[in-house]
């Protein structure tokens, strides 16, 4: 039987297929009209907060979550309340996103936005930069690490950044030197279990002179610091304001709760 992490990239590789029939996504690096990107590394050093504020509907694990949010009033509530950078995840059958999101929240905000989906080709990294992200999310467990280099490479030919993201300290015989970022998900993509300190047991084995993010279960600011005590610049964090009615507010409670 397949996990779901398999069944998520079957999928992908589907819809890939099927976009490769349509016009091409291909980027000329030297083109003259080209955006400047926002660089989420830099912004996460820089942020007093290191909160990655994540957009999404609903999750293979835990179904709705909040199915009828719209993207542009959530992203501007998440920069208003200290965001330092926001994850718009992208994928449509299992977390009911779109890449038209990116679009939609490029045109009201000023913060770096991640494209988190499952990458696995250029055509996605393309697309990323036409509809407004500054960074993607290269997950370790669905790539080889010639990919991991190849699409690191081509995100910055482009001028966009890559988080590069782990589950276990094994997966970092497939890391690069090049990514601008190391990620632990401290959900297993396998099984979607959880453990929110995954990241703090990881954290000796990370590379040393690179920007360090812990991704997934976090629910209090306390974890946050415990984390950032460990080496950790950034938090990527959705599920615990989306919850809510309004995920701004609880993001702005949430780092109320330092003072």
Known sequence: MTNILERIITNKRREIEASLRGASFEIDPGSSNKRAPIS??????????GIIAEFKRRSPSKGEIHPMALVDEVVTAYEDAGAAACSILTDTVYFGGAVTDLALVRNVSNIPLLRKDFIISRRQIAEAYVYGADAVLLIAAALRKEEVVELTDYAHSLGLEVLFEIHKAEELDKYYSGVDMVGVNNRDLTTFATDPMLSEKVASALPQNVVKVAESGLKTIGEVEQLRASGFNGFLI????????NPGEALRRFLDATL
């Open 40 to 49: 989420l590394s830099r912004a996460l050093l820089d942020s007093s907060t």
């Open 238 to 245: 959705g599920e615990t304001f989306m919850r809510h009615d």
